[in-house]
């Protein structure tokens, strides 16, 4: 069984208990373990695991899909509140992120440094190309990028030794999970692409891959471009996809509508998805 509960994502589900926020955090069940995926920016993501009935305190892992502060920047607050996890990223997970916005640049980054790792004694292992965690579950990062009208914005920069460059992610990472029909990803934001993102996958694991869940990043793809992902995720064979948070209202918009064998869905805070 495989447990995905949306702890936080832009929009809220039918609980208005619960809180919103530009952000995700996802708790994942699989194989007896617990691993936490993103954080979102601040406090909200636990503040709902605790409205969800879920404790945070005995997750197994935590795995950052980048240093984005909606996904990254509440952290530390899960760390300050008791999650001792090892950490996993994806490499140069600390070079400081921006957006160039005309002549000025607007600080994207997650928030801390390794100094918060050090001091509470958290393991931190770096995904280069894949990581197994426990049998069946894994961490793959370092994918290639075949879709090449799958670009991240210009806008996106990162800060080096040496100045300000353009950023190609590279420490953005994703979650395998192996199941009886097939591989099930989960992303973040899926900068790299989300095609480039689930054949790299398929490829290195050298099974198809069944079910997305997460950011696809399509919130600025223009029509042309999200007719063409639709159509690959299907001639890729992907049975689910519950995108959500960057994936952009007039994408999951139409995905709702979509009625070519792929089941879509809107992933809400509090939205949960059981997989035997």
Do not use: W
């Amino acid at each position: 069984m495989i447990i995905l509960r949306t702890l936080l994502e832009n929009q809220l589900s039918q609980n208005r208990a619960l809180t919103a926020e530009h952000g995700l955090s996802f708790l994942v069940e699989t194989g007896g373990k617990k691993i936490l995926f993103d954080c979102s920016a601040g406090k909200a993501a636990r503040q709902n695991a605790k409205k969800m009935n879920v404790s945070l305190k005995d997750v197994d892992y935590v795995v950052l899909s980048h240093s984005h502060y909606d996904h990254a920047g509440g952290y530390p607050d899960m760390v300050e509140h008791g999650v001792r996890a090892p950490l996993i990223t994806g490499p140069r997970f600390f070079e400081e992120k921006y957006a160039r916005d005309g002549g000025k640049y607007v600080y994207l980054g997650c928030g801390f440094g390794e100094d918060l790792l050090k001091k509470y004694k958290i393991e931190h292992q770096v995904c280069e190309k894949s990581i197994t965690l426990f049998e069946g579950c894994h961490v793959a990062g370092g994918f290639e990028r075949k879709y090449d009208f799958e670009k991240a914005p210009a806008r996106f920069v990162r800060q080096t030794s040496t100045g300000m460059e353009a950023d190609d992610f590279p420490d953005e990472v994703c979650l395998v999970i192996e199941s009886p029909k097939g591989l099930v990803v989960i992303v973040g934001c899926s900068h790299p692409g989300i095609l480039n993102m689930v054949e790299t996958v398929k490829n290195r694991f050298h099974s198809p891959v069944y079910a997305v869940f997460g950011g696809s990043h399509l919130v600025e793809a223009d029509t042309e471009r999200l007719s063409r992902t639709m159509d690959m995720l299907r001639e890729m064979g992907i049975g689910m996809a519950g995108f959500n948070h960057c994936t952009g209202d007039a994408a999951l918009k139409r995905m709702g509508e979509c009625e070519d064998g792929t089941v879509y869905s809107h992933l809400k805070a509090g939205d949960c998805i059981f997989l035997s």
